[in-house]
């Protein structure tokens, strides 16, 4: 498997959304010439959106999620940031911009209910997360 890079496109319609990315991250890792062991790091370069992994069977989850946040970080706070996104670069910083997943057999490694998501918290907004495989045993 490659150790190239790919850039996958992610358009919000909504301030504030959560998208599961999980199928478009597979079709990168099918894409690459043969299975294999190793991780994919995902990174998201937006200073108002995040990434997570938490359950994807249940679509209440990632509501009580974008909820909590909402009420741990309200949009209406009192902050210094002049642009008004104050607490969209805060819910950032909690849910981080990037992950590691173990991948084997050309798969994620992901729990039977985990998917990976990606989380707007300034749009709507046309945003970027890049996708690279490293592989566990490169040119072997």
Known sequence: MS?????????TSKVEEVVDITPL????????????????????????AGLFVNEGADPDVAADLADALGRL???????????GNASAH????????SLAIPVTGGRMALGTWQRVFFAEYDGPRKRQVYVQFLAANPGA
């Open 25 to 48: 991250i597979r079709e990168v890792l099918s894409s690459l010439r043969e299975g294999g062991d190793g991780a994919v790091l995902l990174y998201c370069p937006h200073t108002t």
């Open 73 to 83: 970080v309200p949009r209406d706070g009192t902050y210094r940031h002049a642009e």
């Open 3 to 11: 150790a190239g890079m790919t850039v996958l496109s992610v358009t």
């Open 90 to 97: 805060i819910r950032s910083v909690l849910t981080g911009s």
